[in-house]
């Protein structure tokens, strides 16, 4: 029995050749003639325009964050030679993206400049490059023609919205994470134009998915995508066997990640950073992540630019399949094929598909969704779009910019007639640009440093209110912050040393003393408070701060979750867990009068657990070969370990007895 399938497949094809014909028509026009200077100039004054009002609107809104300043606590131990860690003496990795972390340790010691300026720097220029890296690749996707204008549509999309311009200069990784996925796009969009790709340049794009973990732990998902799409493709040819090629790529994408991953474990005694623990990245809290995602999209009326430039798109390549138009699929008459010789054919045409713009484009938009998936599996954010801004980001890098097909003179014999593809591109551009304008002066969040039911805030407004700075960008400008000043101020009048806790309804400090006798120079301070950014940058390194949250601190961190605490903040360590742990004096009125003295007893005997003994060991024992080599092998068991919040529940998980307390003299 035989089959009969169009001329154009019946010959021997590269795969390049079939990945080239099977989609130019979806994707690029066939004209013979390329890009005009007049088109040219026009995309690279798209693209200008487009960075320009980014950096602008990035700059008018410039601050770092709360959270931005841990990394920089994190950098300045690394600077004083004390390790990547967030305390000293203390393994605890607080950063959610290891990159970064270097990235601005790098910077940091280059320069010799101050933190807070190197952070803002790097930011701000790593914001804007990933723009214009996205509206690149994406020209590249469409292709250039003398007929039609590559203009700017889903970059203004993107940089009209507030929180883009607010986490582009924030201190945080998200500027890192949207430029990894730019050049991701790039090259692979590079990969997947080339006829003869060059081993070189699919070894870099193989390498640069690779670091997907140490960007940020859930991208993964997408360096993992997109070198499985590299490895199913045709390999470049070379001398080396196929599935040697393949091995040596995987290799290549994998030396930086899994050597880091080994260290990791061996150093902190967890598979992944102590955010994912405290925050519990691997639960399920989905009516808080659709709330999260309406609190993005409800506002600025986000779908409505999503829908006009999948409309936009969908006419461009609709004129592009029409019979007669330039790279529309021609009809070459047919051959009968057995079933085997099919199979063989739809089999190649499959794989030169992998190399091709529209595999690169699914896997750029279904990243987006996989991304958006987890994002709303684990509650979102507290702060206001930052963790949807890089699945946006992904949805919109394949229309970066969209073609506008210039207008042509009818024939002199032909009468004039309404170019509807036209008249709707055209349409879409302006509703596009008009969206914009609206986006761009909306305020979402009008409850200023009230924070919402949802337990969604807007962060940078929320700081510079509360700071009473409009860019609070330097550790100093937070003193201005509620309860900084006197933290401060204590610390240095009580050099003995001791824990200061803020007290429950937060009008002052209570510094608890350590137990006499003192050695000379004290026993230096610890402070437990939320805000670890803030409180940690304005202190020196030997200070250790310690939150309830759990991001610096591994007790907190290892309880159960509160079912319906805020997001982000559901873990809230009781201060008499913290009494018990720093040995400072646990009787009254020496302590704060709100910790109570059995409950003190209670965490003591608790923090004897041999389990949580191990636990604690992990990050505060010597680092020794021994110790290193125990947490490799109970990383895992580490992660999953849970403490009870309450101490009294936590004795009977241990099975340990209720301690009797002393009787008051």
């Known amino acids: 029995m035989t089959l009969s399938i169009s001329l154009d497949v019946a010959r021997e094809w590269t795969p390049a050749e079939d990945a080239t014909v099977a989609q130019s028509s979806a994707l690029r026009p066939a004209q013979a003639s390329g890009p005009s200077g007049f088109s040219r100039a026009v995309l690279l004054g798209g693209?200008?325009?487009?960075?320009?009002?980014f950096a602008?609107?990035?700059?008018?809104?410039?601050?770092?964050?709360?959270?931005?300043?841990?990394?920089?606590?994190?950098?300045?131990?690394?600077?004083?030679?004390?390790g990547p860690v967030f305390n000293m003496n203390e393994r605890v990795e607080t950063n959610t993206s290891t990159a970064w972390t270097y990235v601005v340790w790098f910077f940091s010691w280059l320069t010799g400049l101050r933190l807070e300026y190197v952070v803002l720097g790097i930011s701000l220029t790593l914001s804007v490059?990933?723009?214009?890296?996205?509206?690149?690749?994406?020209?590249?996707?469409?292709?250039g023609t003398g007929s039609a204008l590559l203009v700017p549509a889903g970059a203004l999309v993107y940089i009209a919205l507030p929180p883009a311009r607010d986490y582009a200069s924030s201190g945080l990784e998200s500027c890192l994470?949207?430029?990894?996925?730019?050049?991701?796009?790039?090259?692979?969009?590079r990969w997947s134009r080339q006829h003869t790709v060059k081993p070189a340049m699919f070894f870099a794009a193989a390498s640069w998915a690779g670091l997907a973990p140490l960007i940020r732990p859930e991208l993964a998902m997408v360096g993992a995508l997109a070198l499985l799409l590299l490895l199913c493709a045709p390999v470049p040819s070379t001398r080396l066997r196929p599935w040697v090629?393949?091995?040596?790529?995987?290799?290549?994408?994998?030396?930086v990640p899994v050597s880091y991953q080994i260290w990791r474990m061996g150093y902190y005694g967890l598979p992944y950073p102590n955010t994912a623990v405290a925050k519990e990245a691997g639960g399920a809290k989905w009516k808080q992540g659709f709330v999260y995602l309406q609190d993005l999209v409800g506002p600025y009326w986000l779908w409505v630019p999503l829908v006009v430039l999948a409309v936009w798109a969908a006419v461009v390549l609709w004129e592009q399949r029409m019979p007669g138009a330039a790279g529309a699929p021609v009809d070459g008459g047919s051959v009968r094929l057995d079933r085997k010789t099919l199979l063989l054919n739809r089999i190649h045409r499959f794989s030169g598909w992998l190399h091709g713009p529209i595999a690169v484009v699914t896997l750029m938009v279904g990243s987006g969704v996989l991304l958006t998936a987890y994002e709303l599996r684990v509650g979102g954010d507290f702060?206001?779009?930052?963790?949807?801004?890089?699945?946006?980001?992904?949805?919109?890098?394949?229309?970066?910019v969209l073609p506008i097909r210039l207008l042509t003179e009818p024939a002199s014999h032909e009468r004039p007639s309404l170019d509807w593809p036209f008249a709707v591109v055209l349409a879409a551009f302006l509703g596009t640009i008009g969206w914009a304008w609206f986006a761009a002066d909306t305020t979402a969040i009008t409850s200023g440093t009230k924070i919402r039911a949802s337990g969604i805030v807007d962060e940078r407004i929320y700081y510079v209110l509360n700071s009473g700075h409009d860019h609070p960008i330097r550790a100093e400008d937070y003193l201005d912050f509620p309860r900084m000043r006197p933290l401060v101020r204590d610390i240095a009048k009580t050099p003995n040393g001791g824990l200061v806790i803020n007290l429950p309804d937060q009008t002052y400090w209570y510094v608890i003393p350590p137990p006499e006798p003192i050695p000379p120079g004290g026993t230096g301070h610890t402070?437990?408070?939320?805000?670890?950014?803030?409180?940690?940058?304005?202190?020196?390194l030997n200070v250790r701060v310690l939150d309830p949250v759990g991001l610096a601190y591994p007790i907190a961190a290892h309880t159960d979750r509160l079912t319906d605490g805020r997001i982000g903040h559901d873990k809230n360590l009781d201060a008499s867990w913290v009494v018990a742990d720093t040995g400072v004096v646990a009787l009254h009125p020496w302590m704060a009068a709100h910790i109570k003295e059995n409950q003190v007893e209670q965490a003591r005997t608790a923090l004897s657990c041999p389990a949580t003994q191990d636990l604690i060991a992990s990050t505060r024992a010597p680092l020794t070969f021994t110790r290193f080599r125990h947490n490799?092998?109970?990383?895992?068991?580490?992660?999953?370990?849970?403490?009870?919040?309450?101490?009294?529940?936590?004795?009977?998980?241990?099975?340990?007895?209720?301690?009797?307390?002393?009787?008051?003299?």
């Open 47 to 53: 693209i200008m325009l487009t960075a320009t009002l």
């Open 56 to 82: 602008s609107g990035a700059w008018q809104r410039r601050w770092i964050a709360d959270d931005g300043l841990i990394v920089l606590r994190t950098v300045r131990n690394l600077l004083a030679g004390n």
């Open 129 to 143: 490059l990933a723009v214009v890296i996205a509206m690149v690749g994406a020209a590249r996707l469409w292709g």
């Open 177 to 189: 994470v949207l430029f990894w996925l730019a050049v991701l796009w790039w090259s692979m969009i």
């Open 245 to 255: 090629f393949r091995g040596l790529a995987i290799v290549v994408a994998g030396l």
């Open 383 to 400: 702060m206001h779009g930052r963790m949807l801004l890089p699945q946006l980001f992904c949805l919109l890098m394949p229309v970066m």
């Open 527 to 540: 402070v437990f408070f939320l805000n670890l950014g803030m409180s940690s940058m304005n202190v020196p």
């Open 632 to 665: 490799i092998v109970q990383a895992f068991g580490f992660a999953s370990t849970r403490i009870e919040r309450i101490a009294k529940y936590d004795l009977q998980r241990c099975d340990l007895p209720e301690p009797v307390l002393p009787a008051p003299r």
